[in-house]
């Protein structure tokens, strides 16, 4: 055991993660939480991990699902907060969801219970004081305004964002490229020379009017009353606000067609066209450029599919507006989770730009580990990025980046993952894979080698560990 403590600020699941994580390794933690003292907009209880929103875990498909391969990884790392959804399931499908006040309460239990546990309830209103040279900073997007502030003046006015929009990002194998096409606005070649940078979907005007009125008249998301007072950035409007100020808007904006001809029928000007941009460098992810909504989920889809060429598009993340608080991870943070100009901070949970609860829980699981490790003078490095948590980590801290000015808050997806080398073309009866068995295919496949790499990591560090002592 070592006397020194870690100190966590966030009871939430990164933290709660992070505390069982370093506590399991024979490390000392203070857990601080201001909930118990002050509360916030959001949550109703003090209790530790509560779920302020759903209460589910999404898919719990190890075998052709990234979040299901998630829960898996944290599963066989012993995670505190995927084994205690686990015991406190409901029926939900394939899905996890959980009793969620069950489930807060095992959670707060177990991490009160722990001997190398202790939970001040307090709150951490500026930069921890310097003798704290081991801290995780794990206040999810609801952080409190001093801590922010805080962190903010530490770092750069322009490094700690307040994200209030996020555009759908679509599968690139789901795209039907008989109908989009791959150009840059008048061939405009960007850094790297490339000229097609983008992949258009062209409308001519009956389309484009209907697809106004759809988006007038879609479902959109209710604000909690605490968010009702939060201002748009005028940058990133949701498109449907933006559509309520005219109909010629998006023709004027996102949409506007020129400088572009469409191959398929290059008799026909575009009257408007939808542009998606490469989000990650593997080019397997592409972001809805300007596509930024408060839709509903099911409208989304519904509206966002009637787009010549996403007929069938799949989606890594549907787009959606809330009030957040998340760093530009790439920029300020190693792949030890560190801040670069601070290292005694590390991050952890959706401050860092992750979305969901179980990401969170698993960033704070890595992040305890690391910290540690460290302090028991153990080299530990994040899983490669062929897992679903390595893949996670690569991403927040700018490995899958084309540039750090695009990063956006993400949930775990295979598209975040390297491609397969040799993919599967067949299946099991020796017949041609595909559409969609060949996506299920290689899913399947690209599951079975993160956990098999994840499992190499785990054994990795415990050796090390049997081996330094």
Not at 52 to 57: E, G, I, K, M
Request: aromatic fraction near 6%; proline fraction near 6%; charged fraction near 25%.
């Amino acid at each position: 055991m070592n006397e020194k403590p870690i100190h966590i600020i966030g009871g939430g699941m990164a933290g709660s993660e992070a505390a069982w994580q370093a506590a399991s390794m024979g490390v000392k933690v203070v857990l601080h939480e201001m909930r118990g003292v002050k509360g916030t907009d959001a949550h109703q209880t003090d209790k530790l991990a509560e779920l302020v929103c759903s209460n589910s875990f999404r898919s719990d498909d190890h075998e052709g699902n990234a979040v299901g391969v998630l829960h898996e990884e944290m599963r066989r790392a012993g995670g505190l907060i995927i084994n205690t959804a686990d015991k406190h399931q409901v029926p939900a499908g394939s899905a996890l969801a959980v009793d969620r006040d069950g489930f807060a309460d095992a959670v707060t239990a177990a991490l009160e219970g722990h001997p190398l546990i202790e939970i001040r309830r307090e709150e951490i209103d500026s930069l921890p004081p310097e003798d704290w040279d081991s801290v995780i900073i794990a206040t999810g997007p609801l952080t409190s305004v001093a801590l922010a502030d805080a962190v903010r003046a530490s770092t750069g006015e322009d490094d700690l964002a307040f994200f209030d929009a996020i555009a759908p990002i679509v599968y690139a194998d789901s795209i039907n490229m008989d109908v989009a096409w791959r150009q840059s606005r008048y061939d405009k070649p960007g850094p790297s020379g490339d000229t097609a940078a983008y992949i258009n979907c062209a409308m001519d005007e009956a389309q484009y009017n209907a697809f106004v009125d759809a988006l007038i008249a879609g479902e959109k998301t209710t604000f909690k009353e605490w968010e009702e007072n939060t201002p748009y950035f005028e940058g990133c409007l949701p498109i449907e606000v933006m559509a309520e100020r005219g109909r010629e808007t998006l023709r004027y904006g996102p949409m506007k067609p020129i400088g572009l001809t469409n191959p398929h029928r290059p008799d026909e000007k575009p009257y408007a066209v939808v542009q998606l941009r490469q989000d990650n460098a593997h080019g397997t992810l592409w972001n809805m450029v300007g596509f930024q909504t408060k839709l509903k989920h099911g409208a989304q889809t519904d509206i966002f599919r009637v787009i010549p060429g996403l007929e069938a598009a799949s989606f890594a993340r549907l787009g959606g507006i809330h009030r957040n608080t998340f760093l530009n991870s790439p920029k300020l943070l190693d792949r030890q989770l560190r801040l670069k100009t601070m290292p005694r901070l590390r991050f952890a949970g959706q401050i860092t730009g992750v979305e969901g609860y179980v990401e969170s829980a698993a960033t704070g699981l890595l992040a305890g580990r690391l910290a540690a490790a460290e302090r028991l003078g153990e080299d530990l490095s994040a899983p490669p990025e062929t897992t679903a948590l390595g893949a996670l980590v690569n991403h927040i801290t700018g490995g899958h980046l084309l540039d750090g000015k695009t990063f956006q808050p993400m949930n775990v997806n295979f598209g975040l993952l390297p491609e397969l080398e040799d993919p599967p073309r067949t299946g099991p009866d020796g017949k041609r894979l595909k559409g969609k068995e060949r996506g299920r295919a290689k899913k399947r496949v690209m599951a079975a080698r993160a956990l098999r790499d994840f499992d190499g990591w785990l054994s990795a560090q415990q050796a090390a560990r049997i081996a330094a002592e």
